[in-house]
């Protein structure tokens, strides 16, 4: 069963602060897309990392994928109370048409 | 209007109630999705319709039956649930490729509590 792993679960940090969350699987996928889903809402999609390696970089945000492609990180710099949110990471299940996701980080950015 | 619209956004229902919840998408996909979001728990799909054909059922009770009456609307009609049902119900299209590139567009959800 291919499954994604998210930590930390929560996050809570004051604006200006820079962080880190992960997506962890022991199984490799063809790509990995993360979501970012604010309260009352539904997740909306931020990138889609399809290479081994890759960095895409959005304004503040600079997602990678692991150079095994089972793994990928979101750093965001000088976090502001806008990226508050639940982030979650998704993958494409091998031969089927659907995604599975991880269980999400939680990120509170504090003014 | 644009994107994928779900009414209602909150539901609340007794055990006995028959409801069923509407996702509309004005995107011009090929598949429509439900999926489950509890607390503590990672978003379960429940159900895939690809050009309104029902291609996943993620062992799902039969208390939940989704339609799909065309490739822009996409209903689940609820029956005897339970209160454990209660969470946040998300509809999603997306336009199947076959590429590594597929993304999904959410609504936002009805928030459905089970009483």
């Known amino acids: 069963t291919q499954l994604l792993e998210q930590s930390p679960q929560f996050l809570s940090i004051q604006e200006g602060e820079n962080l880190t969350v992960y997506c962890n699987s022991s199984?490799?996928?063809?790509?990995l897309q993360w979501y970012r889903q604010e309260p009352g809402e539904g997740p909306v999609l931020l990138v889609t990392?399809?290479?081994?390696?890759e960095v895409k970089k959005l304004k503040r945000l600079t997602f990678q994928f692991g150079d095994a492609r089972k793994d990928s990180s979101l750093h965001i710099t000088a976090a502001q109370t806008g990226d508050t949110g639940l982030y979650l990471c998704?993958?494409?299940?091998?031969?089927?048409?659907?995604?599975?996701f991880g269980q999400g980080t939680r990120l509170t950015i504090n003014p | 209007e644009t994107g994928v619209t779900q009414t209602p956004r909150h539901l609340v229902m007794g055990m006995t109630n028959k409801k069923s919840l509407k996702c509309e998408q004005h995107?011009?996909?090929?598949?429509m999705y439900w999926y489950k979001q509890s607390a503590k728990k990672p978003l379960e799909l429940m159900f895939v319709?690809?050009?309104?054909?029902?291609?996943e059922n993620n062992s799902v009770p039969s208390r939940f039956s989704p339609e799909c009456p065309n490739s822009s609307h996409l209903f689940l009609h609820l029956h005897t649930l339970q209160p454990e049902d209660s969470a946040l119900y998300l509809c999603?299209?997306?336009?199947?490729?076959?590429?590594?590139?597929?993304?999904?567009?959410f609504g936002s959800g009805t928030q459905l509590s089970v009483l």
């Open positions: 999603a299209s997306s336009q199947l490729s076959g590429t590594v590139d597929e993304k999904l567009f």
């Open positions: 319709y690809s050009l309104e054909e029902r291609v």
């Open positions: 998704a993958g494409p299940i091998q031969g089927a048409q659907k995604l599975v």
């Open positions: 990392v399809v290479t081994g390696g």
């Open positions: 199984s490799v996928f063809s790509s």
């Open positions: 995107l011009g996909h090929n598949a």
